[in-house]
């Protein structure tokens, strides 16, 4: 079946598109009019038809539809059908184009895309004058466009009238009861009535912010009308900012890591410069390059561990006593050791000396200072280094 579709817009059709401004409800239904030809000649009888919107005279994927229509009576190729696209699609879009589908009601075989697509004529917009009529009740002022059709929007917000946007939707609260949503207690203002959002109309906590500009700013804080001190969402951190000076004064990575003259902190604190603390400042820590452990303990004349941590001991012989780190240092460790007092004791004057330490460990060997001979006996030690 050859099919070749002529639209045919009839005066009645643009009647009944052109009284919807009214205020009485028009609804979002028009009427649709073409002849359709079979084999060279005037189509007649019932066809079934489907009709798809689009928003481009090639586009391949659905805008909106389709609609079905059964059991169409076309008369000498003359049919008539209603379509309803809703009230959101005819809303200021230059082009829209109908793919129209056909076939004869009761065949089994699929239906026929009539070619080419049909460009809807700007009549249908009557829908949306409709809409922008409702509108212009509503509220104080003057409407001479209404999304993006036409010129300006004027809205005039009245005592006890909040207005706001969002995309094309417009609206309009009225505080029931009091003096408005904001009231006043001698010089200050509060608000008690719900969330509060800055830069965007859907706050989710008590003051939402919503940040802008090409830093995200978020707060500026002025004094003698320039900006001192701001803050941002670089790098989607905390950023505090001491404004014309320098940056990252204080700085909360994603995570929690806290930078200070950083934005990329390395710990839970990262300070990039010199610390200082105690009541007048008088203490600092080292600096990174000297960053110092200390390994201490106590051991006693039988090997054992009596004291301390990081370290293990290994009682090998009479008055050898090899200590070996948990964790080695980066460099050879300043090793000290001392023998404690025991009484009663055979021979008090003993020492304890220090014997080939190295990174990993050493000995701790314990004399006599009278015959230099080797016994068992109970020492402290400490090994400061860099690790």
Partial sequence: ??????????????????????????????????RLSSGGASANGLYDFKFRLYDSINATSDFVGPITNSAVNVSNGLFTAVLDFGGDVFTGHPNFFLEIW??????????????????????????????????????DGSVSSVNGVGGEVTLMPGQNVVIFTNANRVFISVPTGGNGPWAGAETNIYYEGGFVGIGTIFPDRPLTINASGPGNEWLSFRVGGATRWHINNRNFGWN??????????LFVAPGGNIGVGTESPLAKLDVRGGIRFGVNSEHRPVSASDTLHIIRGTVSSGGAVLDGTGFTVNHAATGDYGITFSTPFATRPTVTASVEWEFPVSDPARVAMVDNFTTTGGNIVVTTTASQSLLNARFNFIAIGVR
Avoid: N
């Fill in 102 to 139: 056909v076939r004869p009601t009761g065949a089994s075989t699929d239906f026929f895309t009539l070619s080419p697509r049909q460009h809807i004529t700007p009549t249908p917009y009557a829908i949306h004058a409709g809409t922008a009529t409702t509108a212009t009740s509503l509220v």
């Fill in 240 to 249: 505090l900012v001491e404004t014309g000076a320098a940056d990252f004064r």
């Fill in 1 to 34: 079946m050859k099919v070749r579709p002529i639209l045919v817009f009839l005066v009645g059709f643009l009647c009944h598109c052109l009284i919807v401004p009214q205020l009485s409800a028009q609804g979002t239904a028009f009427t649709y009019q073409g």
